[in-house]
Nanobody
Framework: QVQLVESGGGLVQDGDSLRLSCAASGRTFSSHAMGWFRQAPGKEREFVAAISWNGGSTYYADSVKGRFTISRDNAKNTVYLQMNSLKPEDTAVYYC?????????????????????WGQGTQVTVSS
């Protein structure tokens, strides 16, 4: 059974940093892209960042570019999201996602339908 388990969320203040982790189990995703999405209350789930199988390619939503960094450790089957300079508008449940598709589709990695597995989410709350 494939599981993606996010951790690292919490309550922080405007300008603080957090590092989210997503640990995969049940299969390895070391040959596949992974991504992070988020969903704020009353809003649709939106793309945040994606990373290719070896970390050589990344793609970010404009709203987080320059503040968030996605990375991965294939030996640990884990993907990370380093979030700096957090803003109240970053408040959301953050979800990790993994695809079984081969390769990297650039901007296409921002589409939810590209991903086959999802975590249960971790809450990030940024107070002003």
């Amino acid at each position: 059974q494939v599981q993606l388990v996010e951790s690292g969320g919490g309550l922080v203040q405007d300008g603080d940093s957090l590092r989210l982790s997503c640990a995969a189990s049940g299969r390895t995703f070391s040959s596949h892209a992974m991504g992070w999405f988020r969903q704020a209350p009353g809003k649709e789930r939106e793309f945040v960042a994606a990373i290719s199988w070896n970390g050589g390619s990344t793609y970010y939503a404009d709203s987080v570019k320059g503040r968030f960094t996605i990375s991965r450790d294939n030996a640990k089957n884990t993907v990370y999201l380093q979030m700096n300079s957090l803003k109240p508008e970053d408040t959301a449940v953050y979800y990790c996602a993994a695809t079984t598709l081969a390769g990297w589709v650039g901007e296409g990695q921002s589409l939810m339908e590209v991903y086959d597995y999802w975590g249960q989410g971790t809450q990030v709350t940024v107070s002003s």
